[in-house]
């Protein structure tokens, strides 16, 4: 399996945790999208501290760059 397939498994493991509690009590887009926020800003302040500060932001900008 390559390293892609890998963090698009984690990933999606990842995203059914955060998301489905959220569905099952009845929460709305906007409650998923607060929800994956805090998740993102926390995967970004635990890199951070790992001393990843400038790649966090450089993939951060990147990514929403691209999304435009």
């Given at each position: 399996?390559?390293?892609s397939q890998i963090h698009s498994r984690v990933v999606a493991d990842a995203?059914?945790?955060v998301v489905a509690?959220?569905?099952d009590a009845g929460g709305t887009?906007?409650?998923v999208m607060v929800a994956?926020?805090?998740f993102l800003v926390g995967v970004a302040i635990l890199c951070i501290r790992f001393g990843g500060d400038d790649t966090v932001l450089d993939v951060m900008v990147e990514?929403?760059?691209e999304s435009r």
């Open positions: 399996m390559i390293q995203l059914k945790h509690p959220i569905i887009k906007v409650d994956t926020e805090s990514g929403a760059q």
